[in-house]
């Protein structure tokens, strides 16, 4: 039940204002998608950071884990850092 709750947040935390920029979810069971990938390891994060995982996982830096850097990175490869939006006319 925990897993799955982790796994809610962390799907409602990638839905963010717009979703689209996301491939869809795998619901063929063949191979996970970069969404499943980035989801899971989203997920894994908030499970070792909170009360029940355990805190040597983190970087003591800035509260960061190997989960994290994998979801930034797929977020990274997913969504572009810069967007331009066109303003008016």
């Known amino acids: 039940m925990l897993i799955t709750a982790k796994l809610q947040l962390a799907a409602a935390r990638m839905g963010g ?13 063949s191979a996970p998608s970069m969404t499943d990938l ?19 996982r983190l970087d003591p830096k800035d ?10 990175d797929a977020q990274e490869a997913v969504v572009p850092k810069f967007l331009v939006a066109q303003i008016g006319g």
């Open 17 to 29: 204002p717009d979703f689209s920029v996301w491939p869809a979810f795998d619901t063929t069971g």
């Open 38 to 56: 980035a989801q899971g390891n989203l997920a894994a994060h908030y499970l070792i950071s909170s009360p029940f995982g355990t805190e040597t």
């Open 63 to 72: 509260g960061g884990s190997v989960y994290l850097d994998a979801f930034n």
